[in-house]
């Protein structure tokens, strides 16, 4: 996957090291990679689901059946930390009755948000943060201003797990991570070549809980693909 490469991983890793010491965050200070762990959220509160295609070494292959996101626009910043704050606040009011609807909404999860890194001189990066809207709401989401719904058809995911609280400086690096744990496998040529015909294509950072949980955190990294399902034998 070009995009993950080279300048932008750089550029966005360089950025990122300099706005780690003020994003106030909390870090895990012996951060683990957790193989097939099912997120503890997720008992608690609805979750998508998905099929378990393949389990690799630090990561593994799932397919997503038909899935409805609400998702916010673009927003261009250089830190995941801030835009996706920014995008969250967005969907939290949506949630909270602010649709056009004037529906409350129960939260889900995770909070997804994709990244898709500049090679621009000032390495600005562009975020789109999105919420999973529950099963019920699943055929007519309430529309909001600013936020528009995504319609995800069965989709492939290459996922890693890693836990702790998520700063500037992890998503490109457990991108990478990724990408390389996934290097010669057939499942590299697919995000290769999906990512050739979709130049947005990029990668995508899952959150599934609270900012107010400290224990059993547990993020992902996502890298989406097509693939027919002939070739999964």
């Known amino acids: 996957m070009g995009s993950l490469s080279g300048l932008k991983v750089s550029c966005l890793l360089m950025l990122s090291l300099l706005l780690n010491s003020s994003s106030g965050l909390l870090l895990s200070p012996n951060r683990k990679i957790k193989l ?38 673009t927003i261009d910043d250089i830190s995941f ?6 995008g969250f606040l967005k969907l939290f009011d949506y949630i909270q009755g602010k649709n056009k609807d004037e529906k409350k909404i129960e939260m889900t999860a995770p909070v997804i948000t994709q990244v898709i890194p500049s090679d621009g001189p000032f390495c600005k990066s562009s975020f789109v943060v999105s919420f999973y809207v529950p099963k019920f709401y699943q055929p007519n989401p309430p529309p909001a201003h600013g936020l528009h719904a995504q ?36 499942w590299a040529d697919a995000i290769d070549k999906t990512s050739s015909s979709d130049p947005t294509s990029s990668y995508i950072v899952a959150q599934y809980n609270s900012p107010f949980e400290y224990d059993s955190r547990v993020n992902e990294i996502w890298m989406t693909f097509n693939m027919q399902d002939e070739l999964l034998m």
């Not at 959220?41 to 099929?51: A, F, G, N, V």
């Not at 930390?81 to 920014?86: E, I, K, L, M, P």
Request: charge should be positive; aromatic fraction near 16%; hydrophobic fraction near 30%.
């Open 36 to 73: 097939g762990k099912f997120p503890p959220t997720c008992t608690r509160i609805e979750c998508p689901s998905y099929d378990v295609i393949f389990n690799g070494k630090a990561y593994e292959i799932r397919r997503y059946n038909y899935t409805v996101w609400m998702s916010t626009s």
């Open 81 to 86: 930390v801030s835009a996706t704050r920014t």
């Open 151 to 186: 319609k995800w058809e069965p989709v492939y995911t290459a996922v890693r797990q890693f836990d702790g609280f998520v700063s500037d400086d992890d998503t490109g690096k457990e991108a990478a991570a990724l990408y390389a744990s996934l290097a010669g496998s057939r």
